[in-house]
């Protein structure tokens, strides 16, 4: 075994070496090792899931290895393994696990890291669990035994055996914890129970000095490598642990922290997964690694964020203002911000990328597809990002000045958090700039400000509209057999249960709408995009009419009645009809979106991702990922290539096969969703070939035609097409040819001229809107109908509220600033109803009043009156909402009172 030296960081001074492992050690071995030894072991190797955990709304991001086994571990699904592996892509940056803040600092801290994990389900414990763990750190990788520590649960008396007989760790170096540190909970109720921990002995220099330092002890001596999980109990409301029926295990070691045990460096951005990211961003930003500690801060918080960056854009997340596009942004701008630290104003972070994509490319092939695509994003994003900052840190300047002259040097938390929340105006560039203002920030008010957003943000993700209903008693149930693919109608489907409000029933009756569960069915339940049938349901005394089918837990279809006539019991024999034309008419649009996706990626690119689908009988509707609008001729090209496919009437086959079978012969993996290991593999000749549970059509050719209605963005980075096929194009042309004949009608010309007249109509109606305008500037410039609002005398002020009737935003910007010159030194508030019960106020006041009347805080007291809102600058700002005229007036009345007492509260 070869040994290695290594320091500690520049600041904490030179320490004598520390032996290590084989210094050959690549991350890519690390992992490739794990893997193979599990394999070998009888595990299943399973791919890692995305970073945005499939169908559970609990999670903003994948954090553990476990997530996406939670369902297993909890009992509502079954796999047709009992024991599996993975490395795992995880991110932690919310939450309990939010390590943003420390990311850099530190030499172990990320965002994004893999965890590399085992897993049992009801089959080995915690002998084989431990013995396995051993053996590979051991055995394998090599580690020296006697620098291996290990923590168990204070009551596990059976890990403390395992450790100190089968493996024979010597007593004084297993250590009885507390539950908070080794007792792991899924969360309040469910599955739990102890955890045992590896650590390794760093050696004397790395302690505290004192003589009873252990495992446990805060100095950085002791390092946990690797945290085996034995899910044994079941936390019931009260508290109680009732014994699980099938016991698991759960394990997690971060595969940057064994790397750097393994290749005997100090710092997890020395090992080869970081270092050449780190390097190259060095590069990029013209920085020396080492030269500062400051800087070298900076680029490990960059090395960092640009891995987690490139594996969620990858992942389909787009930056945003919310959710999970919010995450991105603030770690793409935290990147950026940490780049202009080191004295770099242009873009770079997307140059970075690519050094990230070729890091990880032999573990996660796909990243290749997405390489281009997530360069355009961070460019974008950076370049957004430089034009936010120069209005931002104006804004600051203006509202820093506008305090230092009432004689106040603390800017507000409030107004803290807005810039840092809404402009992305990071805290610690307000800081810098506050010193040069010489004001400080309420950084107090600031922190209680996030702490609300962050309180306001679970409530808001937990139980959202993504959640779905809780499987409930039907968390037991037997799987649906699914007869839909061969059949559309079915005999002696047995009913299992029946539900109505919530609660269990015997028996349907006539008129009732309720759930209904059969062992069998030919009806498809919502997935993937595709919605549920519709159809019929016929049973010895009654019969009933199928408005829905979902899933009510993995492989449960649940099928919503409602009864036409007679009764439905609990055991009856019932036969079922789905809906042959609605399905057909579904299956074509499940075909269509295939070949939609297939076009897409042709015509614009592989970084094309699904973002999102729906497919129902009347049209389709795809969300992928592309930055730019397609515009007629990319959108006319997409659509060629489909009808050609529909017109070449190639096959559609279905084939079942093992996931990791359809992936390597190329078959597409969609975005969110969740598949087992046997998968349904739908290809259509060459074109396509995609992972799909849905249900199709024979050929392409009974698409008919194929024609795109629509293409929009939904958000920044996401497409829409919708699209129609079969009898649904048909009946489009239809009412297109009505609407043309109309047309022609209306203008008496041909078909081909209709556009000519219409441009000339609405050329026609411009002119007359603008000479509208003008008459009615004109009127209240003179005073007009409204003119009996007259100036005001407020102290030295003039005030004028004037309402003006039936003008746009626009025409009351230029009265109030033709109102302004005449009014002089004061305040002239406008008022109008764009829409009878719409209101508009506007205030303009005089720059020589500057500092003492703020335009933001009159409109917005003027609003109260109808419960408007609003905001603008201190000279000019406006206001909105639901009012008649009435109401404006109102609001215009109190303006001489709401000056009033605003220069008062100037004075004081």
């Not at 393994?262 to 060095?282: C, F, K, M, W």
């Not at 409930?472 to 839909?484: C, D, I, R, V």
């Amino acid at each position: 075994m070869r040994t290695g030296t290594q320091r500690r960081p520049d600041h904490a001074g030179r320490r004598e070496a520390m032996p290590q492992s084989q210094s050959s050690w690549t991350g890519q071995e690390i992992r490739q090792t794990f893997l193979r030894f599990f394999r070998e072991e009888g595990h299943q190797v399973v791919p890692s899931s995305s970073l945005v955990p499939a169908n559970d709304p609990s999670l903003l991001f994948t954090n553990a290895g476990m997530n996406q086994f939670k369902e297993v571990f909890q009992g509502h699904d079954r796999r047709p393994y009992r024991r599996a592996c993975s490395s795992q892509k995880c991110l932690r940056v919310s939450g309990k696990h939010n390590d943003l803040e420390q990311v850099g600092r530190t030499p172990r801290h990320h965002t994004f890291f893999e965890m590399l994990g085992n897993f049992s389900f009801g089959d080995y414990f915690k002998e084989e669990a431990i013995a396995l763990a051993w053996k590979l750190m051991t055995g394998v990788y090599g580690l020296d035994p006697s620098r291996l520590w290990i923590t168990v649960f204070r009551e596990d008396d059976d890990a403390y055996r395992i450790w100190t007989s089968a493996t024979g760790v010597p007593p004084q170096r297993v250590a009885r914890m507390d539950e908070s540190d080794n007792f792991w909970s899924m969360g309040d109720t469910g599955p739990c129970g102890p955890c045992s921990e590896i650590h390794i002995d760093r050696g004397e220099v790395y302690g505290c000095g004192k003589s009873d330092c252990r495992v446990g002890c805060s100095c950085e001596r002791f390092m946990e490598l690797w945290n085996l999980v034995f899910m044994e109990f079941d936390r019931q409301k009260d508290g109680v642990l009732q014994p699980l029926a099938a016991r698991g295990v759960d394990t997690g070691m971060g595969l940057e922290r064994i790397a750097s045990v393994l290749q005997g460096v100090e710092s997890n951005y020395d090992t080869d997964l970081l270092r050449d990211i780190l390097d190259e961003g060095a590069r990029l930003t013209g920085t020396r690694p080492g030269a500062a500690p400051a800087s070298d801060v900076s680029l490990r918080v960059i090395a960092d964020h640009v891995r987690a960056v490139t594996f969620l854009i990858a992942d389909g997340v787009i930056p945003a203002n919310d959710g999970r596009g919010y995450v991105l942004r603030r770690i793409l701008r935290r990147a950026i911000r940490h780049g202009r630290m080191l004295g770099t104003s242009e873009p770079f972070l997307h140059r970075l990328t690519g050094r990230v994509v070729e890091q990880n490319v032999d573990a996660y092939p796909a990243l290749t597809e997405s390489k281009d695509f997530v360069a355009q994003v961070c460019l974008k994003e950076e370049e957004r990002f430089a034009s936010t900052l120069s209005v931002a840190l104006g804004m600051f300047d203006e509202l820093a000045s506008r305090l230092k002259e009432k004689g106040v040097t603390q800017v507000p938390g409030a107004e803290v958090f807005r810039l840092y929340d809404t402009f992305g105006l990071p805290l610690d560039l307000m800081v810098d700039e506050a010193e040069a203002l010489g004001v400080n920030l309420d950084q107090a008010g600031f922190a209680q400000e996030m702490e609300q957003q962050k309180s306001r943000a679970r409530k808001s993700w937990k139980g959202g509209s993504a959640a779905k209903a809780g499987p409930g008693e039907y968390a037991g149930a037997p799987p649906t057999k699914f007869l839909g693919y061969q059949h559309l109608a079915a005999e002696g489907s047995r009913v299992l249960g029946l539900r109505r409000e919530g609660k269990s029933v015997p028996v349907l009756l006539e008129s009732e709408t309720g759930e209904v569960l059969l062992d069998a069915t030919p009806f498809y339940a919502e997935a993937g995009g595709q919605v549920g049938d519709l159809g019929w349901l016929l049973g010895p005394e009654g019969r009933g009419e199928v408005l829905d089918c979902r899933f009510a837990a993995p492989g449960v279809r649940l099928h919503i009645v409602r009864m036409q006539s007679g009764a439905l019991k609990e055991g009856d024999l019932v036969s079922t009809q789905v809906d042959a034309a609605r399905r057909a008419e579904t299956a074509r649009h499940h075909t269509a979106t295939h070949l939609l996706h297939a076009s897409l990626r042709e015509v614009l690119g592989s970084h094309v991702k699904q973002a999102g689908s729906l497919v129902a009988p009347g049209h389709l509707r795809f969300d992928f990922s592309h930055f730019a609008a397609m515009g007629a001729s990319l959108v006319g090209h997409v659509e060629d290539l489909v009808n050609e496919v529909v017109r070449s009437d190639l096959e559609v086959e279905v084939e079942e096969m093992p996931l990791d079978e359809a992936l390597s012969r190329g078959a597409m993996a969609l975005f969110g969703e969740k598949y087992g290991e046997r998968v349904r593999v739908v290809r259509i000749g060459d074109f396509s070939q995609e992972l799909c549970g849905g249900t199709h059509t024979e050929s392409t050719g009974e698409l008919g035609l194929f024609k795109v209605t629509q293409e929009r963005s939904v958000s920044s980075g996401v497409r829409r097409v919708e699209a129609l096929s079969g009898e649904a194009t048909l009946r489009r042309v239809r009412e297109d040819a009505g609407i043309l004949a109309h047309l022609q009608q209306i203008f008496n010309v041909d078909r081909a001229a209709i556009p000519e007249g219409v441009e000339k109509l609405l050329h026609q109606n411009r002119t007359l809107v603008r000479e509208l305008e003008k008459l009615r500037l004109r009127v209240a410039g003179a005073g007009g109908a409204a003119g009996e609002m007259s100036i005001q005398e407020v102290g030295d002020v003039r005030v004028l509220p004037l309402y003006v009737e039936g003008v746009d935003k626009k025409a009351l910007r230029e009265l109030a600033d033709r109102h302004r010159g005449q009014v002089g030194r004061g305040v002239v508030a406008l008022g109008t109803n764009p829409e009878p019960d719409r209101g508009m106020l506007l205030v303009a006041v005089s720059r020589d009043l500057a500092g003492k009347l703020d335009a933001r805080s009159i409109v917005g007291e003027l609003a109260r009156e109808f419960e408007g809102r609003g905001g603008g600058r201190p000279d000019l700002a406006e206001a909105g909402g639901r009012s008649d005229a009435a109401g404006i007036r109102r609001a215009l009345n109190r303006a001489g009172e709401v000056v009033l007492r605003q220069m008062e509260a100037a004075k004081e």
